[in-house]
């Protein structure tokens, strides 16, 4: 098989999920063997960065990519997005330090490569092989990710929360030829108990009802969860229903690990090959995903 990278350029423009800002971002073809790397445009010198796990600088609320004080964050739904449909190689510019969260899925990004289209390229694809199992795990947040020798690259996630609303969940996808009708359009959640704190952090200042799925599944005080309102200029709820809370009802009923499967879909597009493997995660996040992913980086370098 041949490397692939875009026919033609594309920007999309929205406001970005933890600062706010109104942000462009475009893709772009890039030669063979160039793999994927974002360019700051908004930075003097135009400074670029390596999408690869060893470059993840945070992992608290999304995958932030740096290059020294040069960073990008927020860019898993876009990777997975160019991962899912073979694209190797591809120059990402931005103007400012994270993409633009959009509905908080990939679906925008996938629709704009399907119609950008791909090509092939004169070199050959270098994959990933796996050829024995290999795992993490952290103990401390139950997170586990492990991968399989297999024909070709596949994902199951089950998540698990201690709550009366929602439990577990499970999704998987064997092919990424379902990316797009059964994962690209999964959104991203939010507990209502998190907004809070990470307010206080000064995160999520674009976050909306348009752009995540918010889940109310522990009681606090009317007062309280009308502050949380306000803050995010949303309409007030009944403090003593539990339940979803979004403008959008659920595409699935396992939207949310729907859009885990997805998460780790973008976070593998980090270990800078297509993969041959079948993952199998139970509470993944973005930490593990990208303790995992270097993992196989340094399986990737141990071969080499």
């Not at 793999?35 to 995958?63: C, F, H, W």
């Not at 998190?194 to 952090?201: F, K, S």
């Not at 200042?205 to 309102?229: H, P, T």
Request: some cysteine; proline content about 4%; aromatic content about 8%.
């Amino acid at each position: 098989m041949k490397q692939q990278t875009l026919k033609e350029s594309f920007s999309l423009y929205g406001k970005g999920l933890h600062t706010g800002l109104n942000l462009t971002v475009s893709f772009n073809p890039a030669p063979a063997g160039f793999g994927y790397k974002i360019q700051r445009v908004d930075l003097s010198g135009q400074p670029m960065i390596d999408v690869l796990a060893e470059n993840v600088v945070d992992t608290s609320r999304g995958t932030v990519v740096a290059n020294g004080d040069v960073r990008c964050s927020t860019i898993e739904h876009a990777m997975a997005a160019l991962y899912s449909q073979g694209v190797d190689n591809c120059l990402i510019r931005v103007n400012g330090p994270e993409f633009p969260i959009l509905d908080g899925s990939a679906r925008f990004f996938l629709q704009n490569i399907l119609l950008a289209g791909t090509v092939e390229q004169d070199a050959e694809k270098e994959f990933f092989v796996v050829e024995k199992e290999i795992s993490f795990a952290d103990e401390e947040t139950g997170s586990a990710v492990s991968i399989f020798p297999a024909k070709k690259f596949s994902v199951e996630a089950t998540i698990a929360f201690n709550s009366d609303f929602i439990s577990s969940q499970t999704a998987r996808i064997s092919d990424m030829s379902q990316f797009e009708k059964e994962l690209s359009a999964a959104r991203t959640f939010v507990f209502v108990r998190e907004i809070e704190p990470l307010l206080q952090m000064g995160m999520i200042k674009g976050g909306d009802l348009d752009n995540a799925i918010v889940i109310y599944e522990r009681q606090m005080s009317q007062e309280r969860l009308d502050s949380l309102a306000d803050a995010l200029h949303v309409p007030h709820k009944d403090a003593t229903k539990l339940g979803y809370i979004n403008k959008r009802p659920l595409q699935w009923d396992n939207e949310p690990a729907r859009h885990k499967v997805l998460d780790i879909i973008g976070d593998m597009a980090l270990v800078g090959r297509p993969i041959k493997g079948r993952i199998v995660a139970m509470r993944p996040g973005h930490t593990a995903n990208n303790k995992f992913a270097r993992l196989l980086r340094a399986e990737l370098a141990a071969k080499k």
